[in-house]
């Protein structure tokens, strides 16, 4: 098939699917696919569209929040996850939930769209946003990607998916996509990296020596919290919508700290953000536990957390310093050093993050500061 | 049929039709300014990305001749898999240009063969192989093509918490790190390799079972390092180095501050620290200002201060066997004041630094039977007696006149 023919067909289904979404008023319908055969447009699982309206979910698709996010470049993320018929999510302490074959996580990035200084529509840098799909506008907002993992028969299944338009497409490869973000009003250059399939498993993969794809926000401690114009915890919700099997009683519900929440200790919301930002590769078991420094919530002797901790392979990740975490001294600690920097060979995360995230930043010198003892 | 233009394709089928399509119509559906261009890359970066995504296992991907641009690490999860290129000075995977990933090339899966190809200047590690079993790295180049600089990536060629693994005839140069370097791994085979103008030439560290021999080591700060470090799963030992060609490692120490290879002073040949079972025999070692053979615990390393460390790692390099070793001369500068102002104080302000020098460390509760440094080379030494402030440097070798049993070969039941 020639190229030209490619072009004009791509821009016939374009209208088509134009005029497909402005006459389809109700919720998409999931469909399922098998791995031999996913498809090319994520419109096609029918999870979710993105619409003159914003974004409408697809029926069973339920938007979830966890306590203390991932930084990926100050992305705004709108979470789902999707179940099949009759099945349920079962509740874990600890762990990540089981999911029964057939459900579907989601995670879509995005955008709020301003203007800078002479009126040149960019993306902005935002803190947060209403939790509601319907205000994910075009007009408003940008869509960059949105992730799948597929709980298929052997395990999950990591898709990334492209935005460009009105639908996104199967990206295998990832992406790079040079972006101008505004950031405290300053135009920044961004080169986003959307993760190839195999980059997910950088993060996903939490028991190394297995590879296997593991959940990581749909824990107990991360979705104890309520969804956004919401009272009561997402785990209540959803055991009373049928959607989650075995919750203990709320007493026992563990709960990981919001990272930005005054009342909480800054070594409760250090450890909280340093979990999910670094847990998943720094534990035991993860790719990064070749470097002896463990940032997952359960460690907490003080020498596998990196304090007091000479590096292994850091390199010139070292920036110089010779522990992973000094007491009182954020500007000593190697921590601190690779979370500030934009080097690409030794910057902390590895993996989504090119720019500084300067409130993270900020909470882990706090802690780092208020740490007692000294290195010796 | 919007849903099913390709319904009885696969996904890369359906990629490349995507590929194309995408790439043609570039900007449709734009935002304004704040749309970046999502078109995928395309070229020989793309396809080998799409290789590594799609490969069966056991499949062979296969790097033509050129000098290919890459501005991501490549990630490759699936076993079995073979990358295959034209030569070390055909195939070249360049990532000069690279924005994003910390690796060229990340291998996460086992069964794996790399061979014939060259990977260069990648802002981090060159090749890493993280958690596999069964690894052959054979003929691969890797190398920063500005020399010596504190700005390029850690390692070249860098498997860690491998078991099985073979590097052979293989090319890595100006690390900032170690130019080989095998971490936290079991069973592992580096042989007829050349490293030169790196931190470390080659490095093997908190191992188990390594030999290490026909391989030559020069122009680095060090030559060829065997190492245990804290805070690990696994101390090392059994390590064998032997019939290798360790010379001229003079570079002056381009590690950054702060990682542990930025206290090896420039002109060593093969440094032990705080490793185990260590049999060198057979090498030929010279050229080297500080000394040709360094043997040392982790107290006289600069790495760490911590003596608390002791407590649950063991520090002091122990039952350490050299034997047939041919020594160049060296010891004529060494490179940090406190050793130059010994080296004056015993040997005079004309004298060198003997072939071995050991920092004379040991562990008190221990009996020294079966862990002692024993040294049948025709070779001069010298014990600084590190514990004591070198208050009793001695260069007397009849007390290492002994010998350990040798140490097994290590096998590798790998195919080719």
């Known amino acids: ?376 | 049929m919007i849903e099913s233009r390709h319904p009885d394709r696969r996904v890369p089928a359906m990629l490349g039709a995507l590929l194309l399509a995408i790439g043609g119509c570039g900007g449709d559906g734009d935002t304004g300014g704040a749309s970046a261009d999502t078109a995928p890359a395309t070229g020989y970066e793309e396809q080998l990305r799409l290789a590594l995504e799609t490969v069966e296992p056991g499949g062979v991907i296969t790097v033509p001749p050129g000098t290919h641009a890459f501005t991501r690490s490549l990630v490759l999860n699936v076993d079995g898999v073979t990358i295959r290129g034209a030569g070390m000075g055909e195939s070249v995977l360049s990532f000069k240009g690279q924005v994003a990933g910390a690796e060229g090339l990340l291998v996460n899966a086992g069964d794996f063969t790399i061979e014939d190809l060259a990977i260069e200047d990648t802002v981090g590690d060159a090749l890493k192989i993280n958690g596999a079993t069964n690894v052959v790295v054979r003929r691969v180049r890797t190398e920063w093509t500005n020399g010596p600089d504190t700005e390029n990536g850690a390692y070249g060629i860098y498997p860690v918490q491998t078991e099985n693994t073979l590097i052979e005839g293989s090319v890595a140069i100006g690390a900032s790190d170690a130019g080989i370097y095998v971490g936290q791994s079991r069973n592992v085979i580096v042989r007829n390799n050349r490293a030169e103008h790196n931190v470390a030439g080659i490095e093997i560290e908190n191992t188990v079972g390594a030999d290490v021999f026909d391989n030559v080591a020069r122009h680095n700060t060090g030559g060829i390092l065997v190492f245990n470090m804290p805070d690990l799963p696994q101390a090392g030992h059994s390590t064998r180095l032997f019939r290798n060609d360790v010379s001229d490692n003079n570079t002056p120490n381009f590690g950054a501050p702060g990682s542990a290879v930025a206290s090896v002073p420039a002109g060593s040949g093969v440094i032990i620290n705080s490793n185990d079972r260590v049999e060198i025999f057979d090498n030929q070692i010279g050229g080297h200002k500080t000394a040709n053979v360094l043997i040392s615990s982790l107290f006289s390393a600069e790495y760490t201060s911590d003596r608390e460390t002791a407590s649950s790692f063991d520090p002091y390099p122990e039952t350490i066997y050299l034997h047939g070793n041919t020594y160049g001369p060296g010891g004529e500068a060494p490179d940090r004041p406190a050793l130059n102002e010994l080296r004056v104080a015993v040997f005079g302000p004309d004298g060198r630094f003997p072939d071995i020098v050991w920092d004379g460390v040991v562990d008190p509760a221990k009996a020294p039977a079966g862990l002692e440094i024993c040294i049948e080379d025709d070779a001069t030494f010298l014990n600084i007696d590190a514990a004591n402030g070198s208050a009793n440097p001695s260069t007397d070798l009849a007390r290492h006149r002994c010998q350990h049993p040798p140490l097994p070969a290590v096998s590798l039941a790998l195919a080719g």
């Open chain 1, 1 to 376: 098939m020639g190229r030209p023919r490619q072009i004009c067909a791509r821009r016939v289904l374009a209208l088509l699917t134009l005029a497909l979404a402005a006459a389809c008023q109700g919720p998409p319908e999931v469909r399922w696919h098998e791995p031999d055969a996913y498809p090319e447009r994520l419109s096609d699982w029918g999870l979710l569209a993105h619409r003159q309206a914003g974004v409408v979910l697809g029926r069973g698709v339920v938007p979830y929040e966890i306590a203390t996010p991932l930084f990926s470049d100050h992305a705004l993320k709108l979470r789902t996850v999707y179940l099949p018929a009759e099945g349920r999510m079962t509740y874990r302490a600890q762990d990540a939930f089981e999911l029964p074959v057939g459900s579907i996580v989601t995670k879509t990035f995005f955008y709020p769209i301003g203007a800078d200084a002479g009126g040149k529509a960019m993306a902005v840098a935002a803190a947060g946003w209403s939790g509601d799909p319907a205000d994910l506008t075009p007009s408003a907002y940008r869509l960059v990607e949105t992730r799948l993992l597929v709980r298929q028969a052997d395990g999950w299944h990591a898709l990334p998916y492209v935005w460009d338009g009105d639908d996104a497409y199967l990206r295998l490869t990832g992406a790079l996509l040079p972006m101008t973000l505004a950031i405290g009003g300053q135009p920044t250059a961004l080169p986003y990296v959307v993760p190839a399939r195999s980059e997910c498993a950088g993060c996903h993969a939490t028991d190394h020596a297995s590879g296997r794809l593991s959940l990581i926000g749909l824990k107990a401690r991360h979705v104890n919290r309520p969804y956004p114009g919401h009272a009561d915890s997402q785990l209540a919700t959803w055991a009373q919508r049928g959607l989650l099997a075995g919750l203990p009683d709320a007493a026992a519900w563990p709960a990981a700290a919001d990272w930005q929440n005054p009342e909480a200790t800054a070594a409760e919301r250090a450890r909280a953000y340093l979990d999910v930002n670094c847990g998943h590769c720094h534990s035991p078991t993860g790719p990064a536990a070749t470097s002896g420094m463990h940032l997952d919530i359960h460690t907490t002797a003080s020498r596998p957390l990196g304090i007091c901790k000479p590096p292994i392979a850091a390199g010139r990740g070292s920036g110089g310093h010779r522990y992973g975490i000094v007491p009182g001294q954020p500007d000593a600690s190697i921590l601190v050093y690779r979370m500030e920097t934009r080097d690409p060979a030794t910057r902390m995360p590895e993996t989504g993050r090119s720019v500084v995230h300067q409130a993270g930043v900020e909470l882990v010198r706090d802690w780092i500061a208020q740490l007692p003892g000294e290195c010796v």
